[in-house]
């Protein structure tokens, strides 16, 4: 790579925020992931990632990602010819963690995140990268020419991003061009986007999240006929999950538990099936 620095717009840098976590975990003796990926390409990309050090929502994304992953591989486990869209991927290595080798994959972002991944990851047979917006009807097309059902769509700290209006209008889309399929998605609730600027990690970045969700069942309200399957915080993963964690993640986890803190009990990261 040549040019070694990020050209991003502002929500699309905080991709650095996720990517920097799987990083900074695979160098962990205790690790909840590894990604070798995540670290060589930090070490490529020239960004001040020091800002993030000890950040504890960078724990916090690696708990997510390990949750959306279990939720993928369910699915690819259930349909091993399935279709896995990550919508709004960054550098999400998600492929190379859960892929089964017989799944076909879509990776969804906007134009200037595409030009970045496209340094760093190949399309091949079974995997596409598409440049646009998930606000876009776009990419719903290129998804059907060339992905058979049944799809699961993964969201991961996207939507909060986009306005609530757009969330609305993107999953109705969502439902109506692939009806039954899954989506994973995190929703954060107002207390949350009320106090972002002191947030750890997004209070040292641009980027704001502009959709307050309260009640993720709202989402199902949407899509009449849609189920929420789960919905966790960080402080209730499901238990097999927890059980796998190491003892320290285990521990700091009980431990904020009971404190009971808005800021983590109003994030949750759920699983909806749609009509
Ligand atoms: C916090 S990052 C998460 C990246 C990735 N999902 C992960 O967990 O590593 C948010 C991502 O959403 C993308 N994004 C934001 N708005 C988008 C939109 N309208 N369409 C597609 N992607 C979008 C950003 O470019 C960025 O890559």
Redesign the pocket.
Known sequence: MTDRRAH??A??E??L???YG?AVETRKDQAVLRDAKAEEMVASIDYDFARFDNLPSLIG?VL??AL?DDWVRAFLSDNPYGTVV???????TRFERADNGRARWFD???P??IELRRKFFRDTSRRTMIS????DVSWTGTVTAHGDGPYFF?????LP??DAS?VRQVIARIAERFPGSLLALDTAGPEIIDSQDRHDALGKVQARMRWACGDPAEIVGWVPGGRLLATHTLTGLPRAMFDRLPAEYQGMLTVLAEQRMPQVEQYRLNLVRLP
Do not use: K, M, W, Y
């Open positions: 991003l717009g929500v699309q905080t991709l925020i996720p990517l799987r994304t997510r990602t959306f990550e919508i709004g991927t960054g550098l999400n969804l972002d906007l200037d995140v646009g917006s998930v606000a993964s969201a991961e700290a996207v991003f986009l757009d």
